[in-house]
């Protein structure tokens, strides 16, 4: 998968898609901190890590990019 960005409510993010086993994950960067979302049992793009609020608000945006880019 190749790298994407995204600009969301004014912040950019950057996507870099990989496979993590049999897991599609996606590395997502924003203000030099990096955290993971990968897709979970209900079929959704989700962060399992501690991230702060702001970015945990915004997760279904950033699923919907990534769904945009690699589907």
């Given at each position: 998968?190749?790298?994407?960005?995204k600009t969301i409510e004014?912040?950019?993010f950057g996507?870099?898609?990989f496979s993590e086993g049999t897991d599609e994950v996606c590395r997502v960067t924003v203000d030099g901190q990096n955290f993971k979302m990968t897709i979970g049992e209900?079929?959704?793009?989700q962060i399992?890590?501690?991230?702060?609020s702001?970015?945990?608000r915004l997760e279904k945006e950033?699923?919907?990019?990534?769904d945009k880019?690699?589907?």
């Open positions: 998968m190749e790298r994407f960005t004014g912040i950019e996507f870099q898609g209900n079929g959704e793009w399992l890590q501690q991230v702060p702001w970015i945990k950033l699923g919907n990019a990534i880019a690699y589907c």
